[in-house]
Protein backbone atom coordinates (compact mmCIF):
# COMPACT_ATOMS: atom_id res chain seq x y z
CA UNK A 1 0.00 0.00 0.00
CA UNK A 2 1.34 3.38 -0.75
CA UNK A 3 0.65 5.75 1.70
CA UNK A 4 -0.34 9.37 0.40
CA UNK A 5 -0.24 12.83 2.43
CA UNK A 6 -1.76 16.05 1.35
CA UNK A 7 -0.74 19.16 2.76
CA UNK A 8 -1.25 22.49 2.02
CA UNK A 9 -5.10 23.07 2.97
CA UNK A 10 -6.20 26.43 4.68
CA UNK A 11 -8.34 28.98 5.35
CA UNK A 12 -8.31 31.94 2.35
CA UNK A 13 -10.15 34.67 1.10
CA UNK A 14 -12.12 34.89 -1.61
CA UNK A 15 -9.26 35.53 -4.65
CA UNK A 16 -6.40 34.27 -2.71
CA UNK A 17 -3.92 31.32 -3.39
CA UNK A 18 -3.11 28.23 -1.65
CA UNK A 19 -0.53 25.28 -3.12
CA UNK A 20 -1.62 21.71 -2.00
CA UNK A 21 0.72 19.10 -2.55
CA UNK A 22 0.59 15.62 -2.37
CA UNK A 23 3.81 13.54 -1.16
CA UNK A 24 4.02 9.74 -1.41
CA UNK A 25 5.62 6.66 0.95
CA UNK A 26 6.72 5.60 -2.77
CA UNK A 27 7.43 7.45 -6.53
CA UNK A 28 4.02 7.42 -7.78
CA UNK A 29 4.84 9.15 -11.02
CA UNK A 30 5.10 6.12 -12.84
CA UNK A 31 1.23 5.47 -12.54
CA UNK A 32 -1.15 5.71 -15.08
CA UNK A 33 -3.11 8.56 -13.34
CA UNK A 34 -2.57 11.28 -10.67
CA UNK A 35 -5.26 13.04 -9.69
CA UNK A 36 -7.18 15.64 -7.74
CA UNK A 37 -10.44 15.54 -6.20
CA UNK A 38 -12.85 17.73 -4.21
CA UNK A 39 -15.74 16.62 -2.16
CA UNK A 40 -17.89 19.82 -0.86
CA UNK A 41 -20.04 19.31 2.07
CA UNK A 42 -23.81 17.48 0.58
CA UNK A 43 -22.27 17.34 -3.04
CA UNK A 44 -20.58 14.34 -4.78
CA UNK A 45 -16.69 14.04 -5.18
CA UNK A 46 -15.48 15.64 -8.53
CA UNK A 47 -12.26 15.31 -10.42
CA UNK A 48 -10.55 18.66 -10.03
CA UNK A 49 -7.11 17.79 -12.40
CA UNK A 50 -5.65 14.70 -13.61
CA UNK A 51 -2.21 14.10 -14.42
CA UNK A 52 -0.65 11.25 -16.71
CA UNK A 53 2.16 9.92 -16.43
CA UNK A 54 2.65 10.20 -19.78
CA UNK A 55 0.94 13.54 -20.90
CA UNK A 56 -0.45 16.99 -19.32
CA UNK A 57 -2.95 17.54 -16.84
CA UNK A 58 -6.11 17.89 -17.61
CA UNK A 59 -8.77 20.33 -15.43
CA UNK A 60 -12.52 20.64 -15.16
CA UNK A 61 -13.72 23.15 -16.87
CA UNK A 62 -14.72 25.04 -13.55
CA UNK A 63 -11.04 25.30 -12.46
CA UNK A 64 -9.53 25.95 -15.88
CA UNK A 65 -7.08 28.88 -15.59
CA UNK A 66 -6.94 29.14 -12.27
CA UNK A 67 -5.69 25.70 -10.94
CA UNK A 68 -1.89 23.87 -12.10
CA UNK A 69 -1.36 20.31 -11.35
CA UNK A 70 2.67 19.83 -11.60
CA UNK A 71 4.95 16.98 -10.57
CA UNK A 72 7.91 17.88 -8.68
CA UNK A 73 10.85 15.47 -8.94
CA UNK A 74 13.09 16.63 -6.38
CA UNK A 75 10.62 16.90 -3.87
CA UNK A 76 8.58 13.38 -4.64
CA UNK A 77 5.02 15.32 -4.88
CA UNK A 78 2.46 15.98 -6.66
CA UNK A 79 0.96 19.65 -5.97
CA UNK A 80 -1.90 21.61 -7.05
CA UNK A 81 -1.52 25.43 -7.42
CA UNK A 82 -4.62 27.46 -6.75
CA UNK A 83 -5.13 30.87 -7.85
CA UNK A 84 -8.21 33.53 -7.61
CA UNK A 85 -10.04 31.22 -4.85
CA UNK A 86 -13.79 31.10 -5.18
CA UNK A 87 -16.28 30.02 -2.57
CA UNK A 88 -17.65 27.24 -4.48
CA UNK A 89 -14.12 25.90 -4.44
CA UNK A 90 -14.45 24.97 -0.42
CA UNK A 91 -13.85 21.32 -0.10
CA UNK A 92 -11.78 18.23 0.88
CA UNK A 93 -8.70 18.05 -1.48
CA UNK A 94 -7.85 14.24 -1.49
CA UNK A 95 -5.05 12.99 -4.14
CA UNK A 96 -5.06 9.82 -5.93
CA UNK A 97 -3.21 7.71 -7.92
CA UNK A 98 -4.14 4.75 -9.88
CA UNK A 99 -2.21 2.12 -12.10
CA UNK A 100 -1.12 -0.71 -12.33
CA UNK A 101 1.74 -2.97 -10.82
CA UNK A 102 3.72 -5.17 -12.49
CA UNK A 103 4.61 -8.46 -10.41
CA UNK A 104 6.37 -11.22 -12.10
CA UNK A 105 3.36 -12.74 -13.15
CA UNK A 106 1.44 -10.01 -14.72
CA UNK A 107 -0.17 -7.08 -13.07
CA UNK A 108 -2.14 -5.74 -10.55
CA UNK A 109 -4.20 -2.45 -9.90
CA UNK A 110 -3.96 -0.10 -7.62
CA UNK A 111 -5.94 2.71 -6.37
CA UNK A 112 -5.04 4.80 -3.52
CA UNK A 113 -5.94 7.65 -1.64
CA UNK A 114 -4.93 10.67 0.93
CA UNK A 115 -6.57 11.53 3.77
CA UNK A 116 -7.40 14.43 2.39
CA UNK A 117 -6.76 18.57 3.37
CA UNK A 118 -9.31 21.07 4.43
CA UNK A 119 -9.58 24.38 1.63
CA UNK A 120 -12.03 26.89 2.91
CA UNK A 121 -12.67 29.89 0.86
CA UNK A 122 -14.37 32.22 3.14
CA UNK A 123 -17.21 34.69 1.29
Known amino acids: QVQLVESGGGLVQPGGSLRLSCAAS????????ISWYRQAPGKQRELVAALTSWGNPNYVDSVKGRFTMSRDYAKNTVDLQMNRLRPEDTAVYYCNARGLTRTGTGTVPYDYWGQGTQVTVSA
Open 26 to 33: RSIFSSDA
